[in-house]
């Protein structure tokens, strides 16, 4: 037996009219709720692991995803959040001032136009950059690393990042270069197609024959990356502050010298 169904048009002047929401709130009766669940700041940084491990830090650090509540905070006088975009603005959103808060935060500055302004009284910016007691070197080796995900690297970034370091080195440059890669994929929600699209864009930049892969275990074996720099590819979109390159300029590594140029500020060994 076959089922049917049947449907009826209402006329125009008949139409719901919808009125404008903000769907940030919460409506009482459908028990919605204010920004991710709980436990959701937790599976961010599971996801993203080896990025989100824990590092050494003279500073306090701190997953703003996995405390929502400023007035915690307080113990401290000073946090570092490693969060990149989103979940900073869900922070904000549901924290739009400091309120009883009344410690220094610090986020990375390519997020600073993001603060809302009650929040810019209590919140400075970092920036991680070489040691400048370490004199620059030219690089004998690349290390590229990123997690393989549009939502920590997008294919527009990527290529952008790729073309920036062919233009840096020129190809008689890269070919000089021993190149190393470290490119997990932890992060869940990818095109099927993602994956091998992303590899496929850096083999074409950097040479297929010429790049070893690197297992973390073999990376974390690793006593010393002297004349290395790190090619980071990240968006800052979930993680703003990478434990990769943390421990990579911990064992000899340095950024390229026009990104981690310093501009002022209070220098802090790690």
């Keep these: 037996m076959q089922k049917s169904t049947s449907t009826t048009r209402k006329k125009r002047g008949d139409r719901p009219k919808f009125k404008p ?35 050494y830090s003279p500073v306090e650090l701190i997953f703003l995803c996995q405390s929502y509540d400023p007035l915690r905070m307080n113990q401290r006088p000073l946090w570092l959040a490693r969060d990149g975009l989103v979940p900073l603005l869900w922070f904000f959103k549901m924290n739009p001032e400091p309120g009883l808060f009344q410690q220094q935060l610090l986020v990375h500055e390519s ?39 549009e939502a920590y690297c997008s294919a527009k970034v990527l290529r952008a990042e790729l073309d920036a370091l062919k233009a840096r080195y020129g190809e008689a440059g890269l070919k000089n270069l021993k190149k190393y890669c470290f490119l997990p994929w932890s992060f869940h929600g990818n095109k099927p197609e993602f994956q091998t699209e992303f590899i496929i864009e850096i083999c074409r930049a950097l040479g ?31 993680c703003a502050d990478n434990y990769l390159v943390h421990t990579l300029l911990q064992r000899g590594a340095q950024l390229p010298h026009a990104q981690a140029a310093g501009t002022g500020g209070a220098f802090v060994s790690l």
Aim: hydrophobic share 40%.
């Design 208 to 238: 297929a024959e010429d790049l070893q892969p690197l297992s973390y275990a073999r990376l974390d074996a690793m006593a010393s990356f002297d004349g290395t720099e790190i090619v980071d590819l990240n968006e800052n979109l979930l």
């Design 21 to 55: 929401a903000n769907w940030f709130h919460a409506h009482q009766e459908a028990k919605l709720k204010i920004g991710p669940e709980p436990t959701a700041g937790d599976n961010v940084c599971t996801r993203l692991w080896p990025v989100t491990r824990d590092y």
């Design 111 to 149: 997020l600073q136009s993001f603060v809302p302004p009650a929040w810019r009284e209590v919140t400075g910016t970092y920036k991680v950059v070489n040691n400048p007691a370490q004199p620059a070197r030219p690089a004998t080796s690349l290390l590229v690393t990123s997690l393989v995900s």
